[in-house]
Each structure stands twice: as C-alpha cells, then as structure tokens.
C-alpha cells in the first residue's frame, strides 16, 4: 500500500469519527488531518477544503510541517502552523483567513499588525524599553513626554511583550537615609574613647526612625530598644552641651534603590579676586564661588533578603582664610566606602581628622610694646588642636516608589 493511500485512508477515519458532531463542526469549524512532512502551503489548502472557508496566503510563507489534528478547532489548528514559523492570520471581513508574516517590512504587515498602548507606572519608557528583548525592538517606540510604549506586532507578539513590559515596570523600593555628622575636639575623642561599635543585631526598625538631634530629646526620639548605642549617644549629647562637640547636620533623605542621592549643607560665598592680566600690567576681578559645609553622596542598592549595599562619600569642608594671591583657602574632609548592612542598622563613619595650629600672644598694655625689655612682659602661647568628625548613618527601606 503506497503513502498516499495511507494518508487517505487515515484521513477518512478521521472525517468519520467527526460525523457525529456535523452541528458542531457547522458552527465552529474543527480541523482533522494528519500532516507529515507536508508543504505549508498545501496543508493549508487541504484545512481550507476540508472547512469549508477560504485561507489566503501571503507569497513570502514557506516550510514544511508535521503536524496531527483531531477535532482541533480551526484558529487553534492555524496557530500551531504559524506561530512555530513567526507567520500570523487574522479573519477579515470578506470570510477568509489571511496567514503571512508580521514583519515590518512586508505589505501585509500593516494589515496582519495589532497596536497596544501602555503608560508606565513606575519606570521611564526609555529604561523599560532598553530592558525589553533585542527581538522586540522593530516592534515598539518609546515616548519619554508622556512615558508609554506603542508595541505594533501581530496579535501573539504584541501580548507577549505588553507581558514583558508588565513584568519589567515593577515599583521600585525606597531607601530613607538619616544621617548624624559632628565634630568632636580632642577632649570630646578622649571621653567617648576610640572604640564605639557595637553589636550590628541591633536595629531602629522596630523604633521611631527618627534622628533628632535636641539637648532634651536626643535619646528618646532616637527610641532604641537595647543599650547598643546609648551609652554612645548619651556621652556625645553631654559632650554637645559642654562645647566639646558640635552638631554639623541632621539630614534625612530618601531615595529609590540604585538611584544616587545628594545632600549639601553649608554656604556658598563668593570672592572677588583681584588678578594680573596676562596681555599687560592691568588687573582684572574675577569671581570665585566657594561651598563649604557638609556635603553627603549617597547609592543604596537593596538586595532580595533586604540587605542595604550603601556607597557613601562625606565631605566636610571650611575656609581657613586667604592666600597671597587672595583666593580662599579650603579645608575639606573626605571619605568613600561601601558598607552592607541590615535595614534599620545604625554605623558610624570616623577617622576625619582635621588639626589646625594656633599661635596667640599675650602682652602686658604699652609695657608689652616696648623694644628689648617688652619680651619680659610678653607671653607667647602655640597649641596644636584636633577635631574629628563622626557620622552616624541609619539606612531605612520605607517602601516603593515611582522613578
């Protein structure tokens, strides 16, 4: 018995077990064949003949299938043609199927091709659009003023990406930052000591979250459960209240995860400088615009489990006074590091050591003046002084937000 008589007699016995159901098969056409090796194109003639409705295919659809369908409906049976080939159909009104490929560049496209709109709700178009496959690209645009994406593919293309966007603009978490910097002179150092860790279990989550640096209120406000930082900050609001240490700032910050922030508080002073002009002997002013005070870069990243990677880079900076050129002079105190920790656990950044030299004279009035003998009734007087500054930081994820 050749194949083709086989292929016709399996094809019968697949027409009679649908006998059956002829009502049926009237109101939602079924497919039954068995295809081996077959040209696509011939398959879909035999679907068409055996349905009863016309199936018009685009020239550029090519390939061979192999394929069973029993009582497989009509739409289902030509998605497990197309789909696997990246062709696509789509019933018009004339009461026939069109199959081709949803390409860009082919005529039919326009026609084959579905558009969906989607507004993001958390990301930028443009980064969700950069995340989105390389395969998708021909297939969206991004617009950043109103921050949608416009997905023009075939009906299954266009749902699987509006999937994929779905998936990628997910809420972002937030990180809340509260930061504690002072300056500490040497006695203030001697009296809180070199060593003031401790153990890193503790957190302020279940706490109020809140640093608020008040002679009264610096302890209950910071509300923690344990004695871990207490003693700690009990000696430094005593140091505060006796001169020895000085409060910089008490900023709280928020930002999204992997999203710099920054945070600068000080003054911006501006200097009129006198300079030569290097055409001639003429003297020309120029502005010089000079920030001191405290400056905080902050990157958190969040992990799954919740752990904050935090970079952080301080800056604490002053003038000291002019040079001979008339430009200020800038003292700065910087750090950089990364440090992991917990959310809600509290660390402190220290080792920004600054020392300044004085030189002050004492003298007795007009017998102080006089030349040789006025040393007598002078009293000259050199100290060397060290302030450091201490930042404590607690990193806190608050929740998410929008980018």
Not at 263 to 285: M, P
Request: charged share 20%.
């Amino acid at each position: 018995m050749s194949k083709g008589t086989e292929r016709l007699i399996a094809i019968v016995v697949l027409v009679m077990l649908g006998l059956s159901s002829t009502l049926a098969v009237a109101e939602a056409p079924l497919v039954s064949n068995i295809f081996q090796e077959t040209y696509i194109i011939d398959a879909l003639n035999d679907i068409s003949v055996q349905t009863g409705i016309p199936i018009v295919v685009d020239s550029s659809v090519s390939g061979f299938i192999s394929a069973e369908f029993i009582d497989v409906p009509l739409e289902q049976a030509l998605a497990r043609i197309c789909v696997p080939y990246g062709y696509t159909f789509k019933y018009m009104d004339d009461e026939y199927y069109l199959i081709g490929p949803a390409e860009p560049k082919t005529p039919t496209f326009p026609i084959l091709s579905e558009t969906g709109v989607v507004k993001m709700k958390h990301l930028k178009a443009d980064t969700v659009s950069k995340l989105l496959s390389d395969a998708y690209k021909p297939y969206i645009k991004a617009d950043g003023e109103t921050n949608t994406i416009t997905v023009t593919a075939s009906p299954q293309f266009v749902e699987r990406i509006l999937k994929d966007i779905s998936e990628i603009d997910a809420p972002i978490r937030q990180v809340m930052l509260e930061v504690l910097v002072t300056e500490l002179s040497t006695n203030a150092r001697k009296a809180l000591g070199t060593d003031w860790q401790w153990d890193m279990k503790e957190s302020t989550k279940e706490a109020s979250g809140i640093i608020g640096f008040a002679a009264s209120t610096l302890v209950s406000t910071l509300g923690f459960t344990s004695n871990g930082t207490r003693p700690f900050l009990m000696s430094l609001k005593a140091l505060v209240e006796k001169g020895e240490a000085r409060v910089h700032a008490n900023p709280k910050i928020v930002t999204l995860d992997g999203k710099p922030a920054e945070v600068f508080l000080g003054d911006e002073q501006t200097y009129i400088v006198l300079t030569d002009s290097d055409q001639g002997s003429t003297v020309t002013r120029q502005r010089v615009i000079v920030k001191t005070g405290v400056n905080l870069k902050f990157l958190p990243y969040i992990s799954p489990d919740g752990e904050i990677t935090l970079t952080i880079e301080p800056e604490v900076s002053s003038t000291t006074g002019l040079n001979r050129d008339g430009f200020p002079i800038v003292s700065s105190r910087k750090a950089s590091t990364t440090i992991r920790v917990r959310d809600g656990e509290t660390f402190i950044l220290g080792g920004l050591i600054h020392q300044s030299e004085t030189n002050s004279v004492g003298r007795v009035p007009i017998l102080g003046d006089l030349p040789l003998l006025g040393k007598l009734f002078r009293s000259e007087r050199f100290e060397i002084a060290e302030t450091e500054v201490v930042i404590m930081v607690t990193p806190v994820i608050i929740g998410e937000g929008v980018e």
